[in-house]
Each structure stands twice: as C-alpha cells, then as structure tokens.
C-alpha cells in the first residue's frame, strides 16, 4: 500500500520548484496533489495561476473553474476574470469580477481588474468608480493611480494629469509604472529608462531558458513575432515589406498571433512559413520558434498591450530585435539590437537603452510605399465641416494630446480666425473636456471637429479636405505623420527629446522637408500660422511633397528592405 504524503509537503514541495521558477515540476507535483486531495479547491487555482503564468489559457481556464466547482472563491473567480481580460472577453470577464466582489465589495484586486475591463470598454466614468473606491481606501495604490493617470490621459483631463503626474515621478524606479506610460507623458530619457528597466527586473519571469542553437543555415532564417497583422497601423505601416526581401539569401518566417485571416492569406504567399501561434500557449510558441533554428527575430510589437513578451524573454533565436512597434527601449536584457535611425535616437542615446542601436541610413519607419494622391470624392459637408475654414488636424490618439501643445493649437486658431480644428475623437467625456477647456479660452466650441473611426481607405480620402497637420509634442504621430505626407499634406512637428517625440522629424527629414520640424513653440505656432495665411507658402510644400518620386527614398520599399537586409547581415550569429 503507497502511503500518500501529506498536504503540507506538497504544498512544501510546490512552493519550493516556484522559487526556482520551475514550473513543470511544480504542476507535476500540484497534479499529484490533486490527485491525493481532490477537495481542495486551492489545490486546482494554484494549478490555474500556474498555467496563466505560462500562458496556457485553455487549461488555466478549466483548473479555475474545477476549483468554483468545488467552493467559490472571490480569488478563483478574479483570476478567472484576469484571463479573459488578456484575452480581450472582456464582458466575460466583467461578470467574473462583479462575483468576485460580491462577497467582498472591498476587494482590490478584483476591483482594479473591474476598473481596467471598463477602460478597455472605454466606460471611462464607470472605471474611474472603481478606482475611487480604492484610493480612497489606499490613497498611494500604485496601480490604482496608474489607471486612474492612463484615463486622465485618454480624456484629456489635465487638471487630473496635473495632479497625478507627481504621484507617477514618485513611483519612478519602483517597477511599478510600465514603460509606455512613461514615454507617453515624460521627454527624459533617463528617466524613461529608470522606468523600463526597473519595471523589467520587476517582471523578469524567464518561462523557459533557450540555449543558443549553433547549427548554421543555408540562408540567414529571418522571423517576424507580429499581433497587429489587421487594420492595425503597425500592418499598414509594414504590408508591403515582405515581397522585398532576397530569397535567395534569407528565409522568411512570419509568427503570428490576432490577426485577420484574409491577411495572413494575403503575408502567406510573400514569405516561405507563416506559423499561427494564437492558439499556443507562450511556452509552446516558444518551443516552436526553437525548433525553427531562426537567426534573427524581429518583434514588431514589443511593449504594445496583449503582446507575447513572455517568448521574447526566453530569446529563442540566435539575435532578437525589437522594431516599430515601441519607441523606446523596452529596458529587458532579451533584446540584442533595436532598428532606429540617427535622428530618432542619436548616438548619445544610446547608453539609456539596453538595446544596441542598429542604423538604418534613412528613417527607420517605413511605410506602405503608397502615394494618396488620386482625386478624393470627399466632400466637406460629408464631414460636418465648413465650407471656406481653414482646416487644422491632428488624428492622433487623444492621449497623446497634452495640455501644453493644445495650448499653442488654440493660440494658433486665435491668430487664424477662419480655422477649425479636426480631431479624431469618439469618445463623449473627452469631446466634452476639450470643448470646455477651450470655452475657457475664449474659443467657440463649434471651432473643433470631431471626426470619427471609418476604413481606411475612406479615412485616406478625407485627409484630402485639411489644410494643414499639426503634431502632438510628447508623443509624436507615427502613422498618421506618414498619412499625411504620403496625401501630400504638410505636417509641422516640435522635435523633442526622447525617440516618442522625435519620429515626425524623421519622417520629415526622409520627406526633404527638415524646415516643418520646429525646435520650439513659438517656431512651431509661427510656422503654422503663415502656412495657413498664405496659400503660396503652403502650396510650396504641397507640391514638394507631390513631387517626391515613388523611387525616393520616402516610398521605396524595395530601397528600404535592401538597407534593412544590409544590417542584418552586418550582425554576427
């Protein structure tokens, strides 16, 4: 007869393979315990947390729900709730949360993972509700403040920014502020790497540690990790890439997860192997990487949220590059090299990122190859905007719009009576705060526009009907700068301090046109206002960027892979 070992062993035994970051023989031994101990339902969420760790959703999933199976836990049920919110379920859930809170309305976890499915839904006052409760309990929850800061950003309510900024500087270097927030309200590139790095060490789970395969390939095997393979702007910006590349030197592999199938259609028949990991789980995806013996991999998202860091950090080819999808160093020691160009990150910059630079000769960014400069059919009236204005856009993302640039846009309407302001914002809370902040200047509110979500073909088109594209300052237009060149509409950008906010002065730059790039305010607000007074100065730079050859370097493509393909060979394997 096998005497069974007691509970408290194995819960020893566990405990002790999850120090080492053992995860396997940690789930060997809960499986065993399991079957010893069927009742406890702790037993079965261990396993589920476990399984979230290494990204299994499926049988994270089935675990947490054998354990409510037994006895309902507000923990079981949160965790539940976690990863469908990784997922995207988001009023899947939405239902486990309000569970897990129902017998425990002051339970923080479950309501920050409540407070962040609103956000996601951008049910901003709701979420903001949840928030309150625990700072009001927890006025320094660092996770709190975080989100509570991520809406203020999104609905540009600066008062709150205000306020919440030195809470964030407070925080900085404790791990707990994630990158991209940073970069997004902070030009400091110390800074900004205290904040990477601090939160990568804070986050520096290995799932499983890659030893470097040495056998040589007949061609350079190149792969792409990508989850924006849809109407995404990392997709848009990179579609055409592929068809460029040297087949008879390199092999391309493309590894790819939420994406559109009639585009993985279209990137199969570009490249030699697309694999579908969506329904991997990272420590399989890893594992199948791996087995692909890749030179180099490029990951296009990187920080981005619902991304596959998790496989980055277990290196799984012999170079690991971070490109496009994060401007900015990611702070992670499993990056070797970044694709940057000399503008976004000088030479100087390079001692506040843990990625090696890898120079490309012209802007980093490329993009479609695309010119927009066929005859729109937009009409004016079709958009809710008047008839003779002078029309000012920026469609960047709300949050990327601070209150001090906003500032220098209204001062320039001031000067421009005759402007309206176009932006892209659906949201009804922001609408509001921006309408009522600039009431507060003295500026009607029927002078902004709000221009809302359509396809991007008929989004391409509307951009015929502005007059002029004005930059965000902190975080520049990546996308949306390219848009508008490619529509032959000039942009004028603040070039900055950090790479977020020195991307449009790049793109200009690759555009021949370094005199839109401003280094100050008062530059920018200048430049600006004689572009929209005098029509001789701005059909100058409408014809400049009209005249740029699909062959120049701002559209080739092939120029473009040709220069990429040259610093990739230069890494040694």
Not at 21 to 46: G, H, R, V
Not at 118 to 124: I, S, T
Not at 540 to 546: D, G, S, V
Request: net charge neutral; aromatic share 10%.
């Amino acid at each position: 007869m096998v005497t069974k070992n007691s509970l408290e062993k194995y819960i020893s035994r566990i405990k002790s393979f999850l120090s080492k970051e053992e995860y396997d023989s940690a789930l060997t031994e809960l499986e065993n315990a399991i079957n010893d101990y069927p009742e406890i339902c702790s037993l079965y969420t261990n396993a589920g947390n476990i399984y979230t760790v290494k990204s299994d959703y499926k049988k994270a999933e089935n675990y947490y729900l054998q354990s409510l199976s037994l006895q309902e836990s507000k923990e079981a049920f949160n965790n539940l709730a976690y990863i469908y919110i990784i997922q995207g379920l988001y009023d899947e859930a939405l239902k486990h949360t309000i569970n897990a809170l129902k017998n425990d309305p002051l339970y923080f976890d479950a309501l920050l993972n409540q407070a962040l499915i609103y956000e996601r839904k951008k049910e901003f006052t709701k979420s903001k509700a949840e928030l309150d409760k625990i700072i009001h309990h927890h006025p320094d929850h660092p996770k709190a403040l975080l989100l509570s800061f991520k809406i203020a950003q999104e609905t540009c309510s600066w008062n709150e920014v205000d306020r919440l900024n030195p809470k964030l500087d407070y925080m900085i270097g404790n791990g707990e502020e994630h990158p991209f927030i940073n970069i997004s309200r902070t030009i400091n590139n110390e800074k900004n790497f205290k904040v990477a790095t601090s939160w990568a060490k804070k986050n520096s789970i290995i799932l499983k540690k890659i030893t470097p395969n040495t056998q040589i390939n007949k061609k350079i095997r190149i792969a792409y990790i990508c989850g924006e393979f849809r109407n995404h702007p990392t997709y848009h910006l990179i579609k055409n890439l592929f068809q460029y590349h040297n087949k008879e030197k390199f092999e391309i592999y493309i590894f790819s997860y939420d994406h559109d199938i009639e585009i993985e259609n279209e990137i199969t028949n570009k490249i030699d192997k697309f694999y579908n990991i969506n329904d991997l789980s990272e420590f399989d995806a890893i594992n199948l990487i791996d087995s692909c013996n890749i030179d180099i991999l490029i990951d296009l998202s990187i920080l981005i949220v619902n991304n596959h860091i998790n496989i980055i950090k277990s290196h799984p080819a012999k170079k690991v590059i971070s490109y496009l999808g994060y401007p900015g160093t990611s702070g992670l020691n499993c990056y070797d090299y970044i694709i940057t160009d000399e503008i976004v990150t000088p030479k100087e910059f390079q001692k506040f990122y843990t990625e090696k630079f890898l120079y490309l000769p012209n802007c980093y960014q490329i993009n479609d190859g695309i010119k927009n400069l066929k005859d729109s059919t937009a009409k004016r009236s079709n958009y809710n905007l008047p008839k003779s204005s002078k029309i000012i856009a920026s469609f960047n993302q709300s949050y990327k719009i601070d209150k001090i640039m906003f500032d220098c846009w209204l001062s320039i309407m001031k000067q421009v009576p005759n402007s309206v302001l176009w932006l892209l914002i659906e949201d009804e809370i922001t609408q509001n705060n921006l309408c009522s902040y600039m009431e507060s200047k003295d500026i009607s509110r029927k002078k902004l526009i709000f221009a809302n979500k359509i396809s991007r073909e008929k989004h391409m088109e509307r951009l015929q009907l502005v007059d002029l594209v004005l930059d965000t300052r902190i975080y520049n237009g990546h996308t949306t700068t390219t848009d508008a060149l490619q529509s032959a509409i000039p942009v004028i950008t603040l070039k900055g301090e950090h790479f977020a906010s020195r991307v449009s002065a790049s793109l200009l730059h690759n555009a021949n046109l370094d005199e839109l790039c401003c280094k100050n305010l008062d530059e920018y607000k200048d430049k600006a206002i004689k572009i929209l007074e005098n029509e001789e100065i701005r059909n100058k730079y409408i014809e400049k960027l009209k005249s740029i050859n699909e062959r120049d370097k701002f559209f080739n493509n092939e120029l473009f892979v040709n220069q990429l393909e040259e610093i990739l060979i230069s890494i040694k394997l």
